[in-house]
């Protein structure tokens, strides 16, 4: 399937039209950014790490009866995905403090979370992704009722599904985001999972190998990426 034409360049990837309406192919491209995009920085290999462990992760999910709307890996940096409708939506779960939730609440880093927390941000760089609750969601129409259901519910069946994962994998899947999108009526699970939008620790020493060693100036962010695919069994060359 070709690329036709580009609708949206983000900071990490592209996503292009094809000659298929209800399908978009997604570049993931070495571009990475942090603190709504004030820190920019190229890491070769990133993109193409990227799509294949997101390939991977997607494929996981669909075996394990959850929607998305990843169809096949198209080269090495591009997939083949459903055109959604994205709700400008972020959907974040917690199974151990970290990050923003540290800043806010003013608790220590690597807390269990039990039961894990569930967030809702509005994904708005100028705003800097604010969290909303669900009131604001309906007020303000950005989903409705049976969405923010259906959001929770998938958001939770992800992190069953993939704590158990990672955890094989030697991996602490310590929170991700998500974020959904509607494909002829139906909520389906958009974007990616890639090392870029969750937490994942050395389940032995809690070494981080996600963007925070990116975010934190720790080095070896590739090196970090590249180990998460390999304990995955996520083939890269
Ligand atoms: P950002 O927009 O946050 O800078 P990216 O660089 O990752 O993020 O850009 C990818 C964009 O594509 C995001 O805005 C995301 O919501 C959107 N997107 C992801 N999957 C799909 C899809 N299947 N259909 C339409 N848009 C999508
Ligand atoms: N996250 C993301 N994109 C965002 C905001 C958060 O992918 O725009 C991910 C982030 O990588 C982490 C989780 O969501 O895995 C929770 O992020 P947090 O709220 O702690 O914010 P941060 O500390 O990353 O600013």
Redo the contacts with the bound molecule.
């Keep these: 399937m070709k690329k036709e034409k580009e609708l949206y360049s983000g900071k990490a990837k592209s996503v292009y039209t094809t000659e298929d309406p209800d399908k978009l192919v997604l570049l993931f491209r070495d571009d990475t950014s942090a603190f709504d995009g004030r820190k920019i920085d190229q890491l070769a290999r990133k993109g193409m790490i990227n799509n294949k462990v997101n390939a991977f992760i997607m494929t996981q999910l669909e075996r394990a009866g959850i929607i998305t709307h990843f169809d096949r890996l198209l080269s090495d940096d591009e997939s083949l995905v459903k055109r959604l409708e994205m709700l400008p939506i972020?959907c974040?779960v917690r199974n151990v403090s970290?990050?923003?939730?540290c800043r806010r609440l003013g608790v220590e880093e690597g807390l269990d979370l039990n039961p894990p927390t569930f967030e809702f941000?509005l994904k708005n760089d100028e705003l800097h992704?604010p969290m909303i609750n669900e009131y604001h969601i309906r007020a303000f129409g950005w989903a409705d009722d049976d969405d923010i259901s259906v959001m929770k519910r998938l958001t939770f069946e992800i992190n069953d599904v993939l704590k158990q994962l990672f955890f094989e994998a030697g991996i602490l899947l310590v929170?991700?985001?998500l974020e959904f999108g509607r494909y002829h009526g139906q909520l389906v699970l958009g974007d990616e999972f890639t090392p870029?939008?969750?937490?994942l620790w050395d389940v032995e020493t809690r070494e981080k190998l996600?963007?925070d060693r990116f975010?934190q100036g720790l080095g070896g962010v590739i090196e970090a990426y590249e180990e998460v695919a390999r304990r995955l069994g996520v083939t890269l060359d």
Excluded: I, P, T
């Design positions: 972020e974040v970290a990050g923003s939730l941000f992704d929170d991700y985001k870029d939008g969750c937490r996600d963007k975010r």
